[in-house]
């Protein structure tokens, strides 16, 4: 039906940087991207960047002025750069998008759809 698919995640020192892509693909008629949450393990998912389909960001102050959120909605993709990682940034990324996909007769819409996660892990 829809997939969004998080990349770029793997294992990194403190002071390192990543790269978050998250992918959609699927019959879609309209897609925007709504920001990155993470969740730790034993914690709740939270909020980390939010991005408005003008473009404006905003960020969790915990990673204020180190990560920086941006979208590409000609590739239908949406980026995350995670520079200067702290071991507290260890968690599962994931990105959320509101989806409009295109059915044989008129449309279905999935306003808070998830794609499955990416580990980010920063250790040294």
């Known amino acids: 039906q829809v997939q969004l698919v998080e990349s770029g995640g793997g294992s990194v020192q403190p002071g390192g940087s990543l790269r978050l892509s998250c992918a959609a693909s699927?019959?879609?008629?309209?897609?925007?991207?709504k920001g990155w949450y993470r969740q730790a393990p034993g914690k709740q998912r939270e909020l980390v960047a939010t991005?408005?389909?003008?473009?404006?960001?905003n960020y969790a102050d915990s990673v204020k002025g180190r990560f920086t959120i941006s979208t590409d909605s000609a590739k239908n993709t949406m980026a995350l750069q995670m520079n200067s990682l702290k071991p507290e940034d260890t968690a599962v990324y994931f990105c959320n998008a509101d989806i409009t996909l295109v059915q044989p007769v008129g449309t279905i819409g999935l306003p808070d759809y998830w794609g499955q996660g990416t580990q980010v892990t920063v250790s040294s």
């Open positions: 699927g019959s879609i008629l309209t897609i925007n991207f």
């Open positions: 991005i408005t389909k003008s473009g404006s960001a």
